[in-house]
């Protein structure tokens, strides 16, 4: 028998049993209730933020994995804000520096980058196109500072 893999886009910390996640866990025969729960319990940190999923399975024996959510979810859900500017000229949330040298830790092996400093900068990037600033100052000026910062700030 080989490998099958049911794949699902979930909110984190509340997955449920709904389609079309259930009736697939059904379908193959695994306990529903069982990987919901281990679901939720594996993206309780991405509580209100899409998650991608995906079960491994063969016969009864099956593995979670948790994806990283897209990067604007996650610098969303820690800007406050619900979607990015439309247009770049008026600020439509903050984030810290602090929040996102975090997020590159966490997301860095998600990313085509092996340097917290580069994955930082992707993020800023991703900021300016969403128009929310970084410790209230502009990403361009953000992206300069990290240029200057030593590596330890990153560590």
């Not at 059904?26 to 939720?40: F, T």
């Not at 990015?84 to 590159?104: F, R, W, Y």
Request: proline share 6%.
């Amino acid at each position: 028998m080989a490998r099958k893999e049911i794949r699902a886009l979930v909110d984190g910390g509340a997955a449920k049993p709904t389609p079309p996640l259930g009736p697939a866990l059904s379908a193959a025969k695994l306990p529903v209730q069982k990987i919901i729960d281990e679901i939720n319990k594996k993206t309780s940190f991405f509580k209100g933020i899409k998650v991608p999923v995906i079960i491994y399975y063969e016969g009864q024996n099956y593995e979670i994995e948790v994806g990283i959510p897209p990067t604007t979810e996650l610098i969303k859900k820690e800007a406050g804000v619900e979607k990015g500017a439309g247009k770049h000229d008026t600020p439509v949330g903050n984030i810290s520096m602090q929040k996102l040298i975090e997020l590159a830790k966490s997301s860095i092996d998600k990313s085509n980058t092996n340097s917290v400093r580069n994955r930082v900068k992707e993020l800023v990037g991703t900021c300016l196109s969403m128009g929310i600033t970084v410790d209230g100052k502009s990403p361009k000026d953000i992206m300069k500072q990290i240029d200057q910062m030593e590596d330890a700030h990153f560590s």
